[in-house]
DNA sequence: GTCTATACCAAGATAGAC
DNA sequence: GTCTATCTTGGTATAGAC
């Protein structure tokens, strides 16, 4: 018998590691913080209660650590689409890239949600939200402004609006709508309003 | 010393009760279910513990009685307004009044967004969510279908969607800006955008 | 690196005095 | 009708064996 090298066993915590990350981000967004307990997330993730202490040093601190990598996770969206696009096409692929994302990051967005609801839990981590925020708005505000809006912080704050409305809608209801749809929807209402000299090619 | 009516002791119970609730409410709303602990409520109330189990069978009852309050409240929007208006006029005071319902109902449609972020508590009250949300599709796309709307049930969603995410940012952000400006804004844009004819007499 | 056993505490809930 | 004291459970977290 060889012993285990320094790599297998640090690959050996990795994986442990995120077998509890990913048990707990499951969890706490589907049920809350609170009301997920420790034995549940050692369940799910098929480990015993004490080793998740090994990894992390408090169901705080995991929390901490789910939300730090939701917002890596997030970030990746980044609104460096085409700069050289117009942009009516950059509001396309922005509102695409959002709308795309919220669906291979549910998960995360239900969290995100959950914090925003509680006001106690939201101020834990009140600064990194907020970046996030206004990293949104001043992109979308420079966008809104290039395609005439009147007031583009108000039809940013509409759009984010819509947003945070259509995360709640995927998670709390039975989706009557294809993605598709809503993102026609809301895109030909944004354009031609804001800009109504422009109408898209038709045929 | 005369002995107490039972009028006096239906008050007394009335007030006690009242007290409780409304304290679980605000705090449910705020800190979240399960986060709120039975002290606190029986702090923010100003009783003992053990008072709070005379009037309630437990803290789940509670939060049923609470939320049953709660649908009675905003299904107190109903949308009877003036039915000899015009669509337009109709939909104006439609969003006029689920917008000041939002705000005059602040603590119930929070709670309400907790109850929809968390799906396991979400199925306990499923069928009363439903039936509310029903109405408001119905109603809307009534509407939507006189405005002359290609898909009415589409922009009911887009509405509601709007609505879901005004309820999170009022929570959950530091209103950027007033209920007026959000009003004219979605309006405008939904009017003009369904029934871009009726052009609004300028002036 | 992982588990079981256990300490410790706070939560929900009840009993009985006033 | 209200309170204090108490029971019981389940939670977080730690210690120590394997």
Request: without cysteine.
């Amino acid at each position: 018998m060889s012993p285990r090298t320094k790599d297998q066993y640090s690959e050996i915590r990795r994986v442990s590691r995120e077998k509890i990350l990913s048990a707990a981000l499951e969890l706490f967004a589907k049920k809350g913080f609170h009301a997920t307990s420790i034995s549940q997330i050692a369940k799910k993730a098929k480990i015993s209660k004490g080793l998740m202490y090994n990894y992390f040093k408090s169901k705080d601190r995991l929390l901490d650590e789910i939300i730090q990598n939701g917002f890596t996770e997030l970030a990746g969206l980044s609104y460096h689409s085409t700069k050289s696009a117009s942009p009516e096409e950059q509001l396309k692929n922005y509102v695409s890239a959002v709308l795309d994302n919220l669906y291979s990051n549910y998960v995360y967005w239900q969290l995100y949600l959950a914090l925003l609801v509680h006001p106690d839990i939201q101020k834990r981590y009140e600064k990194k939200m907020k970046a996030f925020r206004d990293e949104f708005i001043r992109e979308f505000s420079k966008l809104f402004r290039k395609l005439g809006a009147k007031n583009p912080k108000l039809e940013t704050f509409l759009l984010g609006t819509y947003f945070d409305g259509l995360v709640l809608n995927f998670i709390a209801a039975e989706a009557d709508f294809s993605v598709e749809e809503i993102k026609n929807a809301l895109l030909s209402k944004y354009i031609e309003n804001i800009h109504p000299k422009s109408k898209r090619k038709s045929g």
